[in-house]
């Protein structure tokens, strides 16, 4: 059922019809949440907390926030994931092809060249420990420093979401194009699986499938947008999920700006990009394009301080 789900939306021609897939503006099909509506405000670009949408899918447990990182903080995380997330020692896609030299950064090559055949070729960053995609298996000996302010947005939402122990440990970095694709799969790399994984879209509207534990069960299709945040917890964590199709959106979400200052003031040059047009531009017309998908994981167990290797498990 979710490959045959899978095929259908991905599916060029004929196009598939998308009246079935759930909006969050709909919540016929979902039970909102109660949240703690006392937490304290943070300094990330979210909404405030009691503005929060906050839906539990019945057939799959897990939480949807829905449309909850303003404009600001839409582009602040733009910013550090393309500027800033994709320079070394983080690890990417590019590393095996060595299309970046050794002492330029991604971002500034594409800008400085407008490379637009470089741009699109980053697929993945990872932070933290870094996620060994052959393995499938993390080490104390790939790993890199989290960022702290990544690190600080996630501890906060899984906090007012009820996860008062969550760690951001490890995050992986998708950069979507129109015509990218997720093949299904399940998230079981992490030794804590009874922690929450926590996903930020920016950019054009992906068409989510979440599924059941096998391939088996039929998928339910959901739009997520720009400044959507899925926290997969419980059984979900391990239920088979895919992005079949991206969609090209008429609304630039991140365009509807407002001066404030919710954002994390340790960054003032980002901020500062961010409240600038001409400086944000860039940014901007990548994600005109282009969709960005920052999903954060905890990879210790509550207590554990580092990874044990397969020698040390055996003493």
């Not at 405030?48 to 799959?60: G, K, M, P």
């Not at 449309?67 to 070394?88: A, F």
Request: net charge negative; charged share 25%.
């Amino acid at each position: 059922m979710f490959k045959d789900s899978f095929k259908y939306y991905k599916s060029k021609n004929p196009p598939p019809d998308l009246d079935k897939v759930l909006d969050f503006d709909n919540i016929e099909k979902i039970s909102s949440r109660a949240i703690d509506a006392q937490a304290s405000s943070n300094s990330y670009g979210l909404k405030s907390v009691q503005t929060w949408n906050v839906y539990e899918l019945v057939e799959h447990p897990g939480n949807f926030l829905n449309y909850e990182c303003e404009t600001i903080g839409q582009r602040y995380w733009t910013v550090r994931c393309l500027q800033d997330y994709s320079k070394k020692p983080n690890k990417t896609n590019l590393d095996a092809f060595n299309l970046v030299p050794d002492d330029k950064q991604w971002w500034d090559v594409c800008q400085n060249n407008n490379n637009k055949l470089l741009i699109n070729k980053l697929r993945w960053v990872t932070l933290g420990y870094h996620h060994d995609w052959d393995t499938k298996i993390y080490t104390e000996e790939n790993k890199g420093e989290f960022p702290k302010d990544l690190g600080s947005l996630s501890k906060y939402i899984t906090q007012v979401l009820g996860f008062l122990n969550f760690n951001a440990e490890a995050a992986i970095v998708n950069y979507y194009h129109m015509d990218s694709t997720l093949s299904g799969h399940t998230d079981y790399s992490e030794q804590n699986l009874e922690a929450p994984l926590v996903s930020f879209s920016f950019g054009q509207t992906a068409v989510f499938l979440l599924g059941g534990k096998t391939k088996e069960e039929e998928p339910t299709a959901m739009f997520l947008r720009s400044g959507d945040i899925v926290v997969m917890s419980k059984e979900s964590r391990l239920c088979y999920h895919g992005v079949p199709k991206i969609l090209q959106i008429d609304s630039r979400f991140w365009d509807c700006f407002e001066q404030n200052d919710l954002v994390n003031k340790e960054f003032k040059e980002i901020v500062n990009i961010c409240k600038e047009e001409a400086l944000w531009k860039p940014f901007g017309d990548y994600l005109s394009h282009s969709r960005i998908n920052i999903n954060v994981r905890q990879v210790l167990r509550r207590g554990q301080k580092r990874l044990c290797n397969e020698s040390e498990e055996k003493t």
